[in-house]
């Protein structure tokens, strides 16, 4: 069964750190891959997406992903995070090139972020 | 705001009933998703509706069960509530056009179940 990995659980920065949370999926076919954000007491919200083309997706808040397909990954990067990017973050996936909305989402990381 | 909206926000059951949750598509999207989110986890996929029809039911039991009316509003029923249904339940609605699409989540609906 296709499963999506998040290594890091919980971490915690200071203001104008630079992040990195990884993400790895396990399935050899076609991906669809997404990182959404869950700020306290608030729905779901999509960071950014990658479906083709550029494996380097640019979101919003600033944040950006790389997809990289021999090593499974989609990891996601800020240069310079702020305090109000304390939040709830999961990556998911959708199999088959076509997107019918049914994610496999990863375990979460939570990020807390120091003023 | 994503359009998705679910009711009510807060649920308490006793374990052994049933329990009934709604979700109002964002306009115009026909496909209405639900997950369950436990404590500490990420969302699972219980099920989809497209277009009033079951579309893909991850691995849940039959007690776990839904529909989609006419406008594309679903609910998820929960017979014979265990402790461990306890959960954030989320909808996500979404409208797929041949291509890839985005799905939007409500604020989701808190259950527990004592």
């Known amino acids: 069964a296709q499963s999506v990995s998040q290594h890091n659980h919980h971490v915690i920065l200071s203001e104008a750190a630079s992040l990195e949370l990884g993400c790895n999926y396990s399935y050899g076919g076609t991906v669809n891959l997404f990182w959404y954000v869950q700020y306290p007491g608030q729905h779901l919200q999509l960071l950014l997406k990658y479906f083709s083309g550029d494996p380097l997706v640019k979101g919003i808040k600033g944040f950006e992903a790389e997809f990289i397909k021999s090593k499974f990954s989609f990891n996601l990067r800020k240069p310079s995070v702020q305090w109000s990017d304390t939040a709830e973050y999961f990556c998911a996936v959708t199999v088959g090139s076509s997107n019918t909305g049914k994610l496999i989402f990863g375990q979460g990381t939570t990020l807390q972020v120091k003023p | 705001e994503t359009g998705v909206t679910q009711s009510p926000t807060h649920l308490i059951k006793t374990r052994g009933q049933q329990v009934t949750l709604r979700c109002s598509s964002q306009s115009g999207h026909n496909t209405v998703s639900w997950y369950q989110q436990a404590l500490g986890q990420g969302p699972q996929f219980i099920f989809q509706y497209y277009r009033e029809e079951e579309n893909g039911r991850g691995n849940f039991p039959p007690r776990f069960s839904g529909l989609q009316f006419p406008n594309y509003s679903s609910e998820l029923n929960v017979n014979a509530l265990e402790l461990d249904d306890s959960a954030l339940y989320l909808c996500?609605?979404?409208?797929?056009?041949?291509?890839?699409?985005?799905?939007?989540f409500g604020q989701g609906t808190r259950l527990t179940v004592v």
């Open positions: 996500a609605s979404s409208l797929p056009t041949g291509g890839v699409t985005e799905a939007f």
